[in-house]
Structure formats: C-alpha cells, structure tokens
C-alpha cells in the first residue's frame, strides 16, 4: 500500500478522534456543583442533602466527590478536604456515564450511572459498595448549583454574630452584623461551629469560628 494511501485512510481516523475529543471538552456537560434537597413538613432544615462536584477532562474521563448528609445531620458521608471518591467516563453520546465511587464509611466499589440533560443530573446506582455501610441514595434528579461572586460564602442572618477563637462560645467583643459574608473554611468536629475568613474594612483577612446557626447552615 502506498504511502499516499496509508495517509488517505488515516486522516479521517484523525479527525474522528478529534472530532470526540473537541466534543467532550467543548460541551463538559458533567461538570459542575449538583445538588438535591428534601424536606420534611414543617421541618426547620432539610431532612436530606445531596451535593456532587464532577470535573469533565477532554478526554472525557470524570471525577469529583460526593457529600450525603441525612437523618436531619445524624448521618454525614462526605470528606471535608473535598477528597474525590468518584471516577468513571463519559460515553460517546456525551450525555452518559458510568462512575465507581465509594462511601466515606468504608464500602468500596459502587457502581452508578450518571446523565446529564441541560441543569439535570440524574444519579442512579447500578452496584452497591461492598462492605462496611452506606446509607444511599441510590437514584435521585440533581440540579446545578449557579456560580456567583458569593460561592464559597454564607451571608449572616442574626442581628449580631460573634466571632470566637476556638470552636466554642467565649466571651468575645469581635463579631459581624446581618447581610455581611464570611467564607467558610472547615466545620468542628461537633457540627456546631464553622472556621470562617472575614475580610475587615481596614482590608485584614482574619480567621474565626462562627456559630452555624448565625449562618443558617446547620448539617
């Protein structure tokens, strides 16, 4: 076969591949922040919350974590380090995927397949993890979660909220008023309090716990 030949059929081989490869990172429907939130009757806070961040490669490989928490905080399965416990690929329809992840209590090997369609992500689990527990869910609608210049951010919502130095209430004279943002850091191993950043006036960034309940953001 001639060399003229040989580039002839290879070409279009190319430009499939590039053609897949532009697809997948032109379009990245996957990822994003993904959220689902239900609630109970009357209930002050969500009964259950269900938040997954995925990344999109241009090769169309996905990772990204997941954070369960339900039983109205009771049960908690997600990492506050934001360790990735999902990985899986996109299928060539773009719209498809299967990931394995596993559960922050241990049970390993789950499989579920994810689709995307517009501000949707639908979670379905095809295989359980195995061993040690995990709570679910095992299919639930997601939808996106919109970026704005708050993310990462809590407005406070109590007239006065203190600002303590350690994850326990002391007598402080630091505090912050209604409408004003902190930036959330890490939570206490209680679920009480949230290690916070507040930008002052003067421009000086400093690190403080906050109660979670002067942020309305109590697991």
Known sequence: MSMRRCATLFMPLVGILLFHSMSWAADAKFSGDWEYVERVAGATKPYLTFEIKLHEARDGTVTGSYCFITENGNRIDCDVDGTENISGHVQQDGRHAEVRFYSFFGAKDGFADLTSYDDTLTWKVTQNP?????????????????????????????????LYPTSSETKVKTYVVKGEYVRLITISDDLKFWKISYSEKNGVTIERWIDCSAINFCP
């Open 130 to 162: 195995k061993g040690d527990f995990f709570y679910g869910p095992y299919s639930v609608n997601l939808t996106q979660k919109r970026a704005d210049a708050r993310q990462g951010q809590r407005k406070v919502v109590v007239d006065k909220a203190f």
